[in-house]
């Protein structure tokens, strides 16, 4: 996707009275109080294995999960898929917190600011998506502030979008790492299944943009493939200070 790509997204407000008005309500607040005091990640994906249908994406999340815990974290998946929660509870998954994108409203309270930068995202649900990650990982900041927050996301759809670019805007604590791995987008899929007609239209010019970007603003910015590395360099993504993160096999355990 070629860097002036022109991405339809709100013009964020980045002065602190606007920061300040992204809050938990008080139930989740009460909910996540086990997180106190210690390192929390946000896993926010539409994929999570054990919820639903799913492939690579879902089961690295569920293994990062799994690693994060076992070093003392405090996990949340922030679940971004717009179908109904089948699957096990948090506990079952092997979470410490599960938070639903579809049930936002009942997760934050808003300011006006933030309340219309929502309202104006509705045409899309890349951009309400993205600003709903954003917003969720500010206001656990907010509620615990000087934590290490670690915010990871897959590129694919470009969720990352508005959390890199606030986070590179200042408009995040130091505290926030937003990280975004690179598991399969847009372009990508088009050209390997050429699964649409035309790369033309509005939504996969938008969303690949989205990716592009996400990835290039991140924190930390990672890929498991040298081959899907190289071909999205192809396209005219920046991929300068991205680190490849192999898949380990414990083949010592069993040697």
């Keep these: 996707m070629a860097t002036g790509s022109n991405i339809n997204v709100p013009i964020l407000d980045t002065t602190k009275p606007a920061r300040r008005g992204v809050r938990l309500k008080p139930g989740i607040a009460d909910a996540l109080e086990p997180a106190r005091g210690r390192d929390i990640a946000i896993l926010l994906s539409t994929e999570f294995e054990g919820l639903y249908r799913n492939g690579g994406i879902g089961t690295y999340y569920r293994e990062l999960n799994r690693v994060l815990r076992g070093a003392g974290w405090y996990t949340i998946l922030f679940d971004l898929n717009y179908e109904p929660v089948t699957g096990a509870g948090s506990a079952a998954l092997g979470l410490d ?27 899309s649900h890349l951009e309400m998506r993205g600003l709903q990650c954003m917003l969720l ?38 505290e926030v790492v937003v990280a975004v791995t690179m598991h399969s987008g847009h372009e990508w899929l088009h050209e390997a299944n050429r699964a649409l007609i035309s790369q033309s239209n509005e939504y996969f010019i938008n969303a690949a943009a989205l990716e592009e970007h996400s990835f290039r603003s991140a924190d930390l910015a990672m890929f498991p493939s040298e081959s899907l590395h190289a071909i999205v360099q192809s396209y005219g993504w920046r991929t300068e200070g991205s680190v490849k993160i192999p898949y380990n096999i414990p083949v010592q355990d069993h040697a």
């Design 97 to 123: 917190h599960l938070l639903c994108a579809d049930d936002f409203e009942r997760i934050l309270d808003l300011d006006h600011v933030h309340a219309c930068m929502l309202a104006a995202a509705r045409h």
């Design 137 to 174: 990982i500010q206001a656990l900041s907010n509620a615990f502030p000087g934590q290490r927050l670690y915010a990871e996301f897959h590129e694919m759809c470009g969720f990352g979008y508005h959390s890199a670019k606030a986070k590179e805007s200042g408009w995040m604590d130091p």
